[in-house]
């Protein structure tokens, strides 16, 4: 025997046969005796069964077949063993009538699954699978070994040091059956998954062939190593920390000055923006205005920054609110180097205390405190000028500079109202004032000493610095247009005397008529000397 052809590897069931092709090195004659034929040994699953020789009686050749019809009890798993040639009382002899050496035929026939499906078993593709992504596993039977499924059966899989299990999710009825598994949020292995236990688990479920062969559990695992999985998505750490940097602790937020927002996230996240989609942005509630902070910085660390710039309009004396990160359409990504998309939600910040005052601040009017009427010399007047939101004085007290008749001027003193919307002046009537309606002088008459301002903060390099200029004279909001204050320090005199021309004797009349220099009160007696020379 110089050789054995053995059948090829792959499935074999009930009624197919097992065929062998023993070669020789020179031209061998066979003859039978009898019924009885010439058989190769080959041993399946621990049964010998017998290949017997086809070729007939009186046939010379130097290769012969011999052939085995499988039965129901036949199994094997993926190998066979080939034994020796017995002869049964037949004869292979060259043409010299030496007997042949029928040594050389024994050994192992891999590959042979009989009356049994062991599947190939393969996996998804290499890569990174992020969370929400499934990771499969493929039994395939064999072309036309349709395989039924019940219950749930399933395949051990390890992502990094945890148990986890990918179980049936289709193929039923076919030859190919998928075991699946969906990236959980604690998942990580970035040094590929493992088959820890290359079987398939039943679970109580099931696992049968339409060709009742039986079915083969264990399987040789494919390599998963270069599977990678991270379903570890960014989060949002704590809340985010909301502050204003250009204004300061505990001062309402102007115009013009910016609102800042960290949001940090447990891993470093990149921002991605497809056109035409814009950056995310942060949703703010600034009283009852709806505003967006705009993204200006951190793609690529643990932190994104957020900043609003507060605009003229915008007003929130109780503080503001944070909404959720807003991505602004499907173009815009915020992720980790995996590929994770972050989980944006968090919980709100408290920012009752960042307060905007967003309303530009202004002198609204100047009005008497004092009663309407009219006041004579010594007479204390007072006045308020008024501004749209409190205001502070930096420096020494302003004067309002008042219109009252005289050549020289007039002011009133400031006797308080810092931070509040009302400065207070009072001054006292002096001789010689007069007005019938009173006013201050002009637009600047509310005047500031060198280096003095008025603010709308506390401290003298915050907030904003307000125009001290006053509604024009006997406007509106002048004096005289919110109040009806008459001066009269000046004393009545005589402007001019007439009397009717003429000669008078004894007991006549002569009438004079003295012309005043202002209204004076009735009832009071009035004289005057006369020269009659």
Do not use: C
Request: charged fraction near 10%; charge should be negative; avoid cysteine.
């Amino acid at each position: 025997v110089t050789g054995v052809t053995t059948p090829p590897a792959g499935y074999y069931a009930t009624g197919d046969n097992l065929v062998f092709l023993v070669a020789f090195d020179d031209l061998v004659a066979y003859t039978a005796a009898g019924a009885a034929k010439a058989a190769l040994a080959v041993t399946i699953n621990g049964v010998v069964r017998q290949a017997e020789i086809v070729e007939g009686t009186g046939t010379s050749a130097t290769a012969f077949t011999f052939r085995y019809q499988l039965v129901a009890d036949d199994t094997a798993s993926g190998s066979i063993t080939v034994g020796q040639i017995t002869l049964n009382g037949s004869a292979l002899r060259d043409a010299a009538g030496n007997d042949a050496d029928l040594s050389g035929t024994a050994g192992t026939v891999s590959g042979i699954i009989i009356n049994r499906l062991t599947p190939t078993v393969t996996a998804s593709a290499d890569g990174m699978y992020l969370r929400g992504q499934t990771i499969e596993i493929t039994a395939d039977f064999g072309v036309g070994n349709s395989i039924n499924v019940t219950g749930a059966p399933s395949i051990e899989l390890t992502v990094g040091s945890t148990s986890r299990n990918a179980v049936y999710r289709r193929g039923a009825g076919t030859n190919s059956i998928v075991f699946a598994y969906e990236v959980q949020e604690a998942d990580v292995d970035l040094n590929g998954i493992g088959l820890p236990n290359p079987v398939i688990s039943l679970n109580g479920g099931g696992l049968s062939s339409a060709t009742n062969n039986v079915i083969d559990l264990a399987f040789a695992p494919p390599n998963v190593s270069g599977i990678l999985v991270d379903g570890d998505a960014p989060q949002v750490v704590g809340q985010p920390l909301v502050t204003t940097p250009e204004t300061p602790v505990g001062d309402p937020v102007p115009t013009g000055k910016p609102i800042r927002i960290a949001v940090a996230f447990d891993q470093a996240v990149t921002v991605t923006t497809t056109a035409p989609n814009t950056a995310p942005t942060l949703p703010l509630a600034i009283g009852a205005q709806n505003r967006s902070a705009t993204l200006v910085a951190g793609t690529g660390t643990n932190r994104l920054i957020f900043e609003y710039t507060v605009q003229s309009g915008d007003f929130a004396p109780n503080g503001i609110v944070v909404g959720q990160i807003a991505l602004n359409g499907n173009g815009s990504t915020v992720r980790d180097a995996s590929g994770n998309n972050a989980d944006l939600l968090f919980t709100p910040p408290t920012t009752n205390s960042i307060n905007v005052d967003g309303i530009t601040p202004r002198l609204t009017g100047v009005a008497g405190v004092t009663p309407d009427g009219a006041y004579n010399a010594g007479e204390l007047i007072e006045l308020e000028v008024q501004f749209s939101v409190p205001v502070y004085i930096h420096g020494s007290a302003p004067q309002l500079r008042l219109n009252v008749g005289t050549t020289a001027d007039r002011f009133a003193t400031y006797v308080g109202g810092s931070g509040t919307t009302g400065l207070r002046f009072r001054y006292i009537v002096q001789g010689g004032d007069f007005s019938e309606d009173l006013d201050y002088a002009d637009t600047a008459s509310l005047v500031l000493p060198a280096g003095s301002s008025l603010r709308d903060s506390v401290l003298a390099t915050a907030g904003s610095q307000l125009d001290p200029t006053l509604p024009p004279p006997r406007s509106v909001n002048s004096i005289s247009g919110t109040s009806q204050i008459v001066i009269n320090a000046v004393a009545p005199f005589i402007a001019n005397f007439t009397a009717n021309s003429g000669s008078y004797t004894t007991g006549e009349t002569v009438r004079i008529v003295a012309m005043l220099s202002q209204t004076v009160p009735a009832g009071q007696t009035f004289s005057i000397l006369l020269d009659t020379g």
